[in-house]
Nanobody, 121 residues
């Protein structure tokens, strides 16, 4: 079994910072890629940032220069450092991990429960 635990969300004023964490545990053989997604009320879920093999990263244009995605492979933990937060960053942020379990051939996506980020003006 695989468990994802998200933390770090909260309420912050515009211009402030938050650091989200996503820790994966359980029967994990290999992690391919990890990413953060967000969904604001009334909107579709969108990709915020991903980190892949060799620590290659990609960001949504709206967060480039403000957000930084990183991971600690030894701890199977991913982070999203969010700086210079804007009200439009308000959303539920979801952790996604693409991994293969020890007993499986296939890589499978797992999702965290989501953590609320609210940025006040």
């Amino acid at each position: 079994q695989v468990q994802l635990v998200e933390s770090g969300g909260g309420l912050v004023q515009a211009g402030g910072s938050l650091r989200l964490s996503c820790a994966a545990s359980g029967s994990i053989f290999s992690i391919n890629a990890m990413g953060w997604y967000r969904q604001a009320p009334g909107d579709e879920r969108e990709l915020v940032a991903i980190i892949t093999s060799g620590d290659s990263t990609n960001y949504a244009d709206s967060v480039k220069g403000r957000f930084t995605i990183s991971r600690d492979n030894a701890k199977n933990t991913m982070y999203l450092q969010m700086n210079s937060l804007k009200p439009e960053d308000t959303a539920v942020y979801y952790c996604n991990v693409n991994l293969k379990q020890h007993r499986s051939y296939a890589y499978t996506d797992y999702w965290g429960q989501g953590t609320q980020v609210t940025v006040s003006s």
